[in-house]
């Protein structure tokens, strides 16, 4: 009765601007907090632009991840944070876990066996992330959007599906990485990159792989 009247407690004290899950998991109850579309600072962009490359106990695995498949650890950081607010035992209704909230089909994709123990989701999530954005050109509203959705609604819709979640989704992820409220305008690029010289494959030769599959797609370029 003790632990009922502990959790209630805690569910009481949290913000109300999350969507508050209570999960027992291993015999031990796990509070998380999913952001939604409601008021507060989760849906106020300009707390989530001071959030930009926001430091955590898992820099030193977001950088390994992040040099080997050559994304920006910004971005990383920047899905973590609207993903999972950093906390690794986040799971979704929808069955996402971890992090960088995979889904168990994702994770058995990219050889996740473990979907809660960090090192293992933030591997496979920054490798999802990288084939994401080799897919759309290096588009990053396209491919935040195939992260959130996948990218079987992007091609179903010709561009990013009108959800409100993903639509929402892309606007609060583009807030962290850029450090500004995103409105949708402007081009797209990775921006704070160390190697900032080069825009991994943004101007490559060739058609790019999103304009064979979808209809109107066009490169955005750099800011």
């Not at 999913?34 to 849906?43: A, H, Q, R, V």
């Not at 989530?48 to 650890?73: C, H, M, T, W």
């Not at 992330?129 to 897919?135: G, R, T, Y």
Request: glycine share 10%.
């Amino acid at each position: 009765m003790r632990l009922v009247r502990v959790a209630l407690v805690c569910l009481v004290a949290l913000p109300a601007f999350a969507q508050v899950q209570l999960m027992v998991r291993n015999g031990k109850k796990v509070i998380c907090n999913i952001p939604t579309d409601g008021g507060g600072k989760i849906s106020d962009l300009k707390w989530l632009a001071k959030q930009r490359d926001r430091r955590s106990g898992y820099d030193k695995l977001i950088e390994q991840y992040s040099d080997r498949f050559n994304v920006d650890p910004i971005l990383v950081r920047a899905v973590i944070q609207v993903e999972s607010n950093f906390n690794p035992q986040c799971a979704s209704n929808k069955g996402a876990r971890g992090l960088m909230q995979l889904m168990p089909e994702t994770a058995k994709r990219y050889g996740v066996k473990q979907i809660l123990d960090p090192e293992e989701n933030i591997r496979g999530g920054v490798a999802y992330l990288a084939d994401l954005l080799e897919m759309f050109s290096y588009d990053l509203p396209r491919a935040l959007a195939a992260y959130n959705a996948g990218e079987g609604a992007l091609t179903r819709h010709r561009g990013i599906p009108p959800y409100n979640e993903t639509m929402t989704y892309v606007k609060r992820a583009l807030t962290v990485y850029y450090g500004r409220p995103y409105d949708g305008s402007g081009a797209i690029s990775f921006a704070g990159r160390r190697d900032a010289g080069v825009l991994r494959g943004g101007f490559r030769a060739g058609a790019p792989l999103a304009s064979a599959i979808i209809p109107g797609f066009r490169y955005l370029g750099s800011q």
